[in-house]
């Protein structure tokens, strides 16, 4: 793993995914049995957190005694030394866990959330909000059906397979020297602006996604693109793609149904917005892997 992505939010699960145990029936049983097991109730992608006396956010897992008598859905995430790991998936069932906790977008308990509790949520809310949306077969309308402890769905009528996916997301600056493209929507709060970004098309690279985005976004275009770290994002499960892009051109014109407003920044500018967050231009939050593509650009040179 790239030094860089190491420090991303949702990143660093310390979850042995353990894949064939995801194959061996009697195991996953037993596993789920096991006082030892560790679950984690979600409802509609929000996640089931308590707050200690700090004030600080902490995952609310539970173990299977906690959860008797309470049918729903369960995802295998993995085992961490001997302790097994699961998601429940509860629907819209939020019930009986106020004692426990409340349900919580993942979003607001980031900063005070450890960052491996962070991603293993991450990768429960991901596969739940995938099954919740891929209940019928895409191949012949049937529903289907969760297999290999949710890492599969398969279709008992056409016996079609599908599997979780990951939809890939580029975030990229476009550089020319000393100066940084970047961008904004209107539903941003005021003075924050940020990298570009956009869906990788299928038949597209990496470096051709970089550069048609740029292109469509802002009316510039790129040269070199260079990779540097990528970030899971669980909303709903994309992996966001981070690059720089050398830029050849200076006129920005912006697509007005995707930006609000884009201009070149100088270093200076960024290092200044970055040290003094109460200054008129916001850069995005760490959680955000474009933080970090910010932070490091501003730190060259
Ligand atoms: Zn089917």
């Known amino acids: 793993m790239s030094e860089l992505s190491r420090l991303m939010t949702f990143a660093g699960n310390p979850l042995d995914r353990a894949h064939l145990k995801r194959l061996d029936g ?8 096991d006082e030892k097991a560790k ?10 957190i308590w707050e200690t006396r700090q004030k600080e956010m902490r995952l609310a897992w539970l173990s299977p005694a ?20 699961f998601a429940l998936d509860l629907g819209l069932r939020a019930g009986p866990f106020a004692e426990f906790g409340s349900f919580v977008d993942l979003r607001l308990a980031l900063s005070t959330l450890p960052p491996a509790e962070a991603a293993m949520a991450g990768e429960a809310r991901s596969m739940l909000l995938w099954h919740e949306r ?36 580029v975030i990229m600056l476009a550089t020319r020297g000393d100066e940084v493209l970047l961008g904004r ?13 956009g869906f990788v098309e299928p038949g597209e690279t990496i470096e051709e996604a970089v550069a048609r985005e740029v292109l469509e976004e802002a009316g510039i275009r790129v040269g070199a693109v260079r990779y540097l770290a990528s970030q899971p994002w669980p909303y709903p ?11 050849l051109s200076t006129d920005i014109t912006i697509d007005p149904t995707e930006l609000e407003d884009a201009r070149w920044f100088t270093r200076e500018e960024i290092r200044v917005a970055l040290a003094h967050g109460d200054k008129p231009l916001k850069m995005p939050p760490p959680f955000a892997i474009a933080h970090h593509l910010i932070k490091l650009w501003a730190a060259e040179g």
């Open 26 to 33: 009697a195991w996953l049983a037993a596993a789920l049995k």
């Open 237 to 247: 499960s994309q992996l966001m793609i981070g690059c720089t892009a050398e830029a």
């Open 134 to 169: 891929h209940r019928f077969c895409a191949n012949c309308g049937a529903a289907s059906e969760s297999v290999d402890a949710g890492w599969k769905r398969r279709c008992g009528a056409c016996e079609a397979e599908h599997f979780p996916r990951t939809d890939p997301v």
């Open 66 to 85: 906690e959860l008797r008598g309470i049918d729903a859905p369960t995802l295998f995430l993995g085992i961490e030394g001997e302790i097994p790991h």
């Open 185 to 197: 929507k209107s539903i941003f709060p005021p003075g924050w602006f940020t990298a570009l970004a």
């Open 39 to 48: 679950i984690l109730p979600l409802s509609q992608g929000k996640v089931l």
